[in-house]
């Protein structure tokens, strides 16, 4: 079930429509994952939320109540952001107790800043000057002190962006695990293609104030919706193409070759212009004699862990596809053929 709502927001800054028109639901106990580029409107959608600015137009609803007359410290949400700046003349625990807004003065107060420590991992630190934390530490204290009041939402903008990435990656999947078992319903913004999908149920996709494609991390991966979430999630081999009928189904000609398009993809679609996405993972390196779709020359071979990456030239237009580690892959300057299945190409009419 969806507790919060936004419907149809707007809201410009002069001539800037930082939002323009968002909509989407949040269900209980979901993540959330706001991922756009620079600028797209994600920090303005999250004060909105919380109730620090008005939208110019559009409603915000909890529990299909409207918000718009709750001023922020009664929505019962919760925010943390990047500079989330611990208390530095506060030991750990005042930290904590402070997202509780009060001293521990009794046990019980200790009991709950003692349980919200072992729940990020720090238990035993209750007395440790922040001072003398890591970075990590730090921003473990500052999810507790976040989750201390029990926020109804809780909203996270980029919270782990000023730290490294080796360090970034193993609290993401802490902080996912935290966010799941205490059920907390959350939104996380970040421009991070990678970080959305290590931690949200949900991604929304944003681009210059609007949402372009809302879905599962699988279901974006599977079949982004336009070129832009195409190229965010870092797919490179978009061509310019055509398309025509051939008998019952259509074929794409581009500058480095002529694709069939997966059956039903294009069915309401007539000839004409068309973008084409020649997915990295779906293609195979052609056998002796087979069909093939693109010739070209390598331009690079680079080995990535699980998958090596490898660069063609054709005409002038550099593609690079990704295989299994273990393929052997030709030389830097060895002619190749490549075999482009459907499922691989995609086109955005
Ligand atoms: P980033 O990832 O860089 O934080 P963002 O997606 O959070 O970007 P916003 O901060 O929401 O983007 O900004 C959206 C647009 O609105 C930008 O063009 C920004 O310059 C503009 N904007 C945001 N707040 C204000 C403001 N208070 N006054 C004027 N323009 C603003």
Redesign the pocket.
């Known amino acids: 079930m969806s507790v919060l709502s936004l419907i149809n927001l707007h809201k410009s ?2 001539s ?1 429509h ?1 939002l323009a028109g968002v909509s989407f639901e949040v269900a209980r106990g979901e993540i959330v994952a706001l991922l ?1 580029p ?7 959608l999250l004060t909105l939320i919380a109730g620090l600015d008005a939208p110019d137009a559009g409603e915000i609803l909890w529990e299909g109540q409207a918000l718009a007359g709750t001023p922020p410290h009664q929505r019962g949400f919760g925010l943390m952001f990047q500079d989330y700046m611990l208390f530095p003349h506060m030991n750990v625990g005042q930290n904590v107790a402070f997202g509780l807004k009060f001293i521990p003065q009794n046990s019980h107060e200790m009991q709950r800043v003692g349980e919200l420590l072992e729940l990020v991992g720090m238990k035993g630190y209750e007395r440790r000057d922040v001072s003398t934390l890591s970075g990590g530490e730090q921003q473990r204290v500052a999810l507790a002190r976040s989750l201390a009041p029990n926020p109804r939402l809780l909203m996270l903008d980029e919270p782990l962006g000023a730290l490294d990435r080796t360090l970034r990656e193993r609290l993401l999947v802490e902080l996912r695990e935290i966010l799941r078992r205490v059920g907390q319903t959350a939104i996380y913004v970040t ?1 991070d293609q990678e970080e959305a999908f290590a931690l949200a149920d949900r991604v929304v996709i944003m681009n210059a104030g609007q949402v372009e494609q809302i879905g599962s991390p699988q279901a974006l991966y599977r079949h982004p919706a336009s070129p832009f979430v195409a190229q965010f999630l870092g797919f490179g081999n978009l061509l310019v193409g055509e398309v025509h009928r051939v008998g019952a189904g259509w074929m794409l000609s581009t500058a480095v070759g002529e694709f069939s398009a997966p059956a039903g993809s294009l069915s309401a679609h007539r000839e004409g212009a068309v973008m084409v996405l020649l997915r990295p993972d779906g293609v195979r390196l052609a056998e002796a004699g087979e069909a093939f779709q693109v010739a070209g020359i390598v331009q690079e071979v680079s080995f990535r862990g699980s998958v090596q990456r490898l660069g063609v030239r054709v005409n002038e237009v550099l593609l690079r596809f990704d295989f299994a580690g273990q393929v052997p892959l030709p030389e830097e300057g060895a002619p190749v053929r490549l075999a482009v299945p459907p499922e691989a190409v995609q086109a955005f009419i």
């Open positions: 800054f002069g800037t930082a756009g620079s600028g797209c409107g994600k920090s303005t421009h």
